[in-house]
């Protein structure tokens, strides 16, 4: 398994176009937050008291993984509620996943080197699957 997160880091770290986007999108996003303070408060969860999106981000993981375990008892079963629940739940964490993406934006805003290079590598991946 650590040779596949290996090659995984080496093959995020030899792409320069996320870095490249990054440093054209951080800047529009930190100062639209900049401008609209109220929106700022949102996608950070001040109003909660605690950061919004780890909290936010439970909800689509958990229905996608839902989701494909009912398409597999589905498949195995091959219960039309197992199928309508799994696209059900796989509704569900596709409408999660807009709200859970803008707050992750309002936190990738201020992400520098190290961190940014790896958080740009996920949503690269996150995106490939997604269209997958």
């Known amino acids: 398994m650590r040779d596949v997160l ?15 986007l990054a440093n ?3 800047p529009v996003v930190r100062d639209l937050l900049a401008r609209h303070q109220r929106l700022h408060d949102l996608l950070d969860g001040t109003w909660l008291g605690v950061p919004l999106h780890p909290a936010l981000t439970d909800v689509p993981v958990g229905s996608w993984v ?26 569900v964490g596709a409408v999660a996943a807009v709200p859970t993406a ?19 590598a996920k949503l690269s991946n996150a995106g490939r699957i997604g269209v997958s």
């Open 6 to 20: 290996a090659l995984a880091r080496r093959l995020a770290d030899s792409q320069p176009w996320p870095d490249r």
């Open 66 to 91: 839902s989701a494909f375990a009912l398409d597999a008892v589905a498949g195995f079963t091959a219960s039309p509620m197992a199928g309508r629940a799994a696209n059900a739940t796989l509704a």
């Open 24 to 26: 054209r999108a951080q």
């Open 102 to 120: 803008l707050t992750g934006m309002g936190d990738w805003r201020d992400l520098r080197g190290e961190t940014r290079r790896r958080m740009n």
